[in-house]
């Protein structure tokens, strides 16, 4: 039996920084970031849209009523958690009205956590084919402003829909994963921020692909001449290119080429939406697969997942007849292009607003988005 992505979509918010412009108001040449980074812009969450409504506004315009009947399985991966007990998962399910005999929980390891969730999906789907599972992947990043970080912030969602026979790609039973106590990111409870070794956590994302994509070759009796692409986490779009480069070696110059020309279609969305921590590996490989003038059906593609702590996963998917027509490149093009730009005084202004930490009252104003958080009463969160 065949398991796999059935549909996938993202979304972030309306409104962005751009890049060049962050630097001169932080004066850094520019270049440090839209070619030392790979960034030309960031989207900023405003503090209506938490991961919750980026969830749900992902996974609705994908869903139909037949979807929300069959799924019966709810997984939100993300390290932005907003309760230390509920999952998000369940305010997600009952804003997208999905069936209510189904389990809701939430996954947590860095920027691994939506990828066992992918997992988890398929194993439940192999017991129950007639099921689908929804896994979205929700994330905000944030450093603080004017932090060595700063530049490596964004905000946004990833929903995939899980399902037997699915119509853009089959998930191969062929994961490596690799975990190694390290502190190359964490975020303490009692930091609104995380602490991060950034040239260790550089070093150390290398070193676990190495670790997994040796063993992968060695257990699977693969190469590299098997793939057409590969898609990485891209906590900044340059981060994934120095992994393919630690690989390329492997390869003669034409497949190089080619797969340095693959690479740049999957980090097309990811140079205009920044960091989404988990969803940052599964955004670039939608727009892998929305982007690139070469894919087609049957092509193998390699899925590298880091998540800082540190957890590691390899695996690959293949993409199935008619994937094509199953895609929403028009839309996620519209959705990028209609966003708002901030100034760097709007987008500090933004970044300073806080939700009320005692549980008082609080009634935010309507945005444009489709689901989004409207206030905090008697200490819960209110969605509409």
């Excluded at 699915?166 to 490596?176: F, G, K, Q, S, T």
């Excluded at 800082?308 to 490149?329: K, N, P, Q």
């Excluded at 901030?342 to 309507?366: H, M």
């Amino acid at each position: 039996m065949n398991i796999g992505i059935d549909k996938f979509n993202f979304f972030t918010p309306h409104v962005y920084l751009d890049m060049e412009e962050l630097a001169e108001a932080r004066d850094v040449d520019p270049a440090k970031f839209t070619i030392g980074l790979g960034q030309t812009q960031q989207a900023v969450a405003p503090l209506t849209q938490d991961p919750v409504s980026m969830a749900a506004n992902a996974a609705w315009p994908m869903l139909t009523d037949e979807d929300k009947a069959a799924i019966d399985f709810v997984i939100v991966a993300s390290e932005s958690g907003i309760d230390q007990s509920k999952a998000m998962a369940v305010y997600v399910h009952q804003l997208l009205g999905i069936n209510p005999y189904a389990r809701s929980i939430e996954m947590k390891e860095a920027c691994y956590g939506a990828t066992v969730g992918i997992q988890t999906a398929v194993n439940h789907i192999a017991r129950h084919p007639e099921s689908k599972a929804l896994v979205i992947a929700t994330d905000i990043a944030r450093y603080g402003l004017k932090t060595s970080g700063e530049s490596t912030q964004g905000a946004g969602a990833v929903a995939m829909l899980i399902s037997k026979d699915p119509h853009i790609a089959v998930i191969n039973d062929d994961a490596v994963s690799y975990t190694g106590d390290i502190h190359d990111f964490w975020r303490p409870n009692y930091s609104p921020y995380p602490e991060v070794d950034g040239h260790f956590s550089n070093q150390q994302y290398l070193q676990f692909l190495d670790n997994v994509w040796t063993s992968y070759k060695e257990r699977f009796n693969h190469s590299i001449e098997d793939f057409k692409a590969f898609a990485f986490h891209l906590p900044y779009s340059k981060m994934g290119l120095k992994g393919l480069r630690q690989m390329l070696p492997e390869a003669d110059e034409a497949k190089q080429n080619a797969l340095v020309e693959e690479f740049e279609a999957s980090r097309v969305y990811n140079k205009r939406v920044g960091n989404i921590y988990t969803g940052s590996l599964y955004l670039s490989l939608i727009s892998l697969i929305e982007q690139s003038e070469t894919l087609q059906a049957g092509d193998a593609i390699g899925v590298f997942s880091y998540g800082s702590g540190a957890v590691a996963e390899f695996y690959s998917i293949t993409l199935v007849d008619g994937y094509e027509d199953h895609l929403a490149a028009e839309r996620h093009q519209e959705m990028l292009d209609n966003r708002i730009k901030l100034s760097v005084t709007d987008y500090e202004l933004i970044f300073q607003e806080a939700l009320p930490t005692d549980g008082r009252q609080l009634l935010l104003p309507e945005d444009e988005e489709q689901f989004q958080l409207a206030g905090i009463e008697q200490h819960h969160r209110i969605y509409k």
